[in-house]
């Protein structure tokens, strides 16, 4: 009996990998859209309770959340141009970087300058062919981009606007002595989800500042653009802010840096983990989402498997959500306290302490 069990559990895990796998081109817009409905939530609420019309107010949060956006493209658009001033300059290093790993692979492993021309020369054949795909692949990668980006702010707006219609929906599902646990979970899901996307950006923002601090005492160049870049590339768990700081570390030696830039730009990224790991995140985001690190892995690396970088994006939330789900229904509870971070550490995060009476409803 227990085996059989374990075989159906271990049937539907497969099963849902599979079809979360298939239906990647439709899933990924309608789960952005979801996880950013519940961050701009709040801001709704907020314009109703003003008076506001509820489809105005869904359209008039949207609005708030592209400015946001907009504004940060044009910031980056800006540092861009300063560093592209330097472009020359920039390729001049790159190449003295390239002559000098060239000398090196000719003294240590004995390949003349002419084999490695060679070597480099058949990998680069059908150069032209090969161009053109990459610039087909590009075009379509960019329109599909666009498409998606329209698709899930249209899928934002449709979840703020029928929000009730959905919620109604859940609660017909389940039976009348499960209603208020529904309804519980579904607040509950909500507010997790809010409180660890909107401590991800207040603290994106407090990595701004730190590295840009960092970086401007190194003396990177356009400073600012690459402590954006860490600081977006944070939304990617783990690999992101690597990402980030070896892009630095290869633009310090392009600029002519030394070996001591290089030092400093990695001291400068150690420092800011440190105060991430043990500061800014128990004091803004705490105990919000309270994953086992084990499983916080796991399930990033699943989710970069079925739907790349978006689903490293999306993996934490998600299981957030599906951990608030387990708490509640008894069968799950078991897989809710695995997957769980079992610490006992009090949530100290700035919400909990500025958050009075919720509004839960929808």
Not at 258 to 278: E, H, K, P, R, S
Not at 310 to 317: F, R, S
Not at 352 to 359: S, W
Request: proline residues 2%; glycine residues 8%; charged residues 10%.
């Amino acid at each position: 009996m227990y085996l059989s069990r374990t075989i159906r559990l271990l049937l539907l895990f497969i099963l849902s990998i599979a079809i979360l796998y298939i239906s990647k081109s439709v899933l990924v817009p309608l789960t952005f859209g979801a996880v950013l409905a519940m961050l701009l939530l709040p801001i709704s609420r907020w314009l109703e309770r003003r008076g506001i019309n509820r489809g105005i107010s869904s359209i008039l949060s949207l609005l708030i959340f592209g400015l946001l956006v907009v504004g940060l493209v044009f910031l980056l658009h800006w540092q861009i141009g300063d560093l592209l001033k330097d472009f020359s300059k920039l390729q001049e290093q790159l190449t003295n970087l390239f002559n000098q790993a060239r000398d090196y692979v000719r003294s240590q492993f004995g390949i003349s300058t002419r084999q490695q021309q060679q070597i480099l020369k058949e990998q680069q054949s059908g150069g032209m062919e090969k161009a053109a795909g990459m610039a087909m692949g590009t075009l379509m990668s960019t329109l599909s981009l666009m498409v998606s980006t329209v698709l899930v702010m249209v899928y934002v707006f449709l979840f703020l606007y029928f929000r009730r219609h959905f919620k109604t929906f859940i609660l017909r599902l389940v039976s009348v002595e499960s209603k208020a646990t529904a309804e519980k979970v579904i607040d509950e899901a909500s507010c997790v989800t809010q409180q660890y996307l909107t401590g991800l950006g207040l603290m994106i923002v407090m990595l701004w500042i730190l590295y840009g601090i960092g970086f401007s005492i190194v003396g990177i160049k356009s400073a600012i653009f690459f402590a954006i870049l860490c600081g977006i590339l944070e939304i990617v768990p783990f690999a992101g802010n690597i990402t980030g700081t070896a892009i630095t570390v290869l633009i310090a030696f392009a600029q002519g840096g030394d070996i001591n830039m290089v030092f400093g730009v990695l001291i400068t990224y150690a420092i800011v983990q440190f105060t991430q790991t043990y500061i800014l995140e128990p004091l803004i985001v705490g105990n919000q989402v309270n994953l086992n690190p084990l499983f916080t892995i796991f399930i990033i690396v699943v989710g970069e498997a079925i739907w790349g970088i978006a689903g490293m994006v999306l993996a934490i939330p998600v299981l957030g959500m599906f951990k608030v789900v387990c708490d509640h229904v008894e069968p799950l509870k078991p897989y809710g306290y695995l997957i769980g971070n079992q610490s006992g550490k009090a949530d100290n995060s700035i919400f909990k302490r500025m958050a009075g009476p919720r509004n839960n409803q929808l």
